[in-house]
């Protein structure tokens, strides 16, 4: 009897919390709130930690309301007491059903994808976390529901969130983020340009702020050089770095894709790129591109001219993917043409987030290095039991290792809770990229 009751006061606690954000004019809230418990239909442990948190939550906006409504109360010497009786009730319904939905009982019930249940649960929190403070901190519109429907931008959050706790599942697989992320990355590409083509053709809603800039990763850096401002795009590409390091290059960089399949097109065995190649052409082209941003603004250089300069190094960048990469089976751009690629691995060695091998079990047999497209597994490498520089934590080795011998490390963590917490993050991210990122 006592599940039942308690499922039943988790989907009250829901709804109570829906018709609050409809009180408040919340009405995209209040369906996203509404819609929340249907997750435990599902029986999964994701679920009931999502329901659970949004309880417990919950719980915490009905002390602050019923202090609220009984300050109000006694400004205007109105009765408050049966009001903070039934609030506190509220409360505490709300507050039971949370911790009831943590408890030894509920995760009986919700047993389906236990081994995945926190990271994905942690992956919608976060996504949904980022999301609503972008959406309220924006000076436009951000998300692409506010835009075509104003007030509905909490059901994109929602949608986004569940594709966030998705892929924190399916990447717990290592085989499976193997094979899973090249097609996520190149969804996220394909948004990325189709909403810049939609907008080109006379769609406004689909671009940003309608004022465009060149997708080249490079102007990330070059960008507020010139412009003497505009530095949006370098604290999102820092802040990203500072969390996953240079998984940025593997996993959210809009034209990284595009060269992770052109090597996909060339030998299966890809041909390793010089590590001098790896240092010096990303050097060389970060010098260029940054003194060359400078001195066109010291000269005076018109923006058209500064414009048509920088997409001849983006459409060189986009030959040497048709031509290097695929020929290479490598991914000759990002690993020795892309200056950003290079600044977001200098900047991921500030963080402890590390790919490395277990030289103990490791049999030397090159399958990682052959899986490794961006010539950071060497046998040099190899028997140092460290990636070198170009490593962008994007995982292939660990998936495609058949010893168990690669993987994640973060000081202080157990492997396995490393890996879960990368990935978890990488998911997050994923889904605020999706949600968010447009020229």
Known sequence: MTAPLMLTLAVLGHLLL?????????????????ALPLLLLTRRGAARLVAALAL????LLWVDAGLGFVRLRLAFGQDWL?????????????????????????????????????????????????????????????????????GS????????????AWLAGAFADPARHKRLRPRVWALFSAVFFGQLLLGLLGLQDFLMTGRLHLPVPALIAAGPIFRGGGLFMAILFASTVLLV???????????????????????????P???????????????????????????????????????????????????????????????????????????GRLIPWRVRIDLGTCTRCGTCSRACRYSALSPQDIETGTPA????????????CPHDSMHYRFPGLPRPAARAAFLTLVAALSAVFLGVARI
């Open 18 to 34: 829906a018709a609050h954000a409809l009180r408040q004019g919340e009405w995209a809230l209040c369906a996203a709130l509404a």
């Open 56 to 59: 417990v939550l919950g719980a």
């Open 82 to 150: 049966r009001l903070a009786l039934i609030i506190g009730g509220v409360t505490l319904a709300s507050l039971a059903a949370g911790l009831w939905l943590l408890g030894r009982r509920a995760q009986e019930l919700f047993h389906k994808g236990r081994e995945v249940e926190f990271p994905q649960a942690v992956a919608f929190a976060l996504a949904a976390v980022l999301l609503a403070v972008a959406r309220a901190k924006a000076s436009v519109p951000l998300l692409l529901a506010d835009r075509f429907l104003p």
């Open 153 to 164: 931008g909490w059901l994109e959050i929602l949608a986004l969130s569940l594709y966030a």
């Open 245 to 271: 390091g240079p998984a940025w290059c593997s996993h959210l960089c809009y034209i990284g894709a595009w060269d992770d399949a052109c090597s996909r097109l060339g030998p299966k065995l890809p041909a």
């Open 273 to 347: 790129v010089s590590a001098r190649w790896r240092l010096w052409g990303r050097a060389t082209a970060l010098v260029l591109t940054c003194g060359g941003a400078l001195a066109l603004r010291l000269l005076g250089v018109d923006a058209l001219t500064a414009v048509w300069l920088a997409a001849g190094f983006g459409l060189a960048g986009v030959g040497v993917m048709l031509v290097v990469s695929r020929r290479l089976g490598v991914m000759a751009h990002c690993t020795a043409y892309c200056p950003i690629g290079l600044a977001g691995n200098l900047l």
């Open 389 to 400: 520089l170009s490593c962008t934590l994007c995982g292939d080795c660990i998936g495609a």
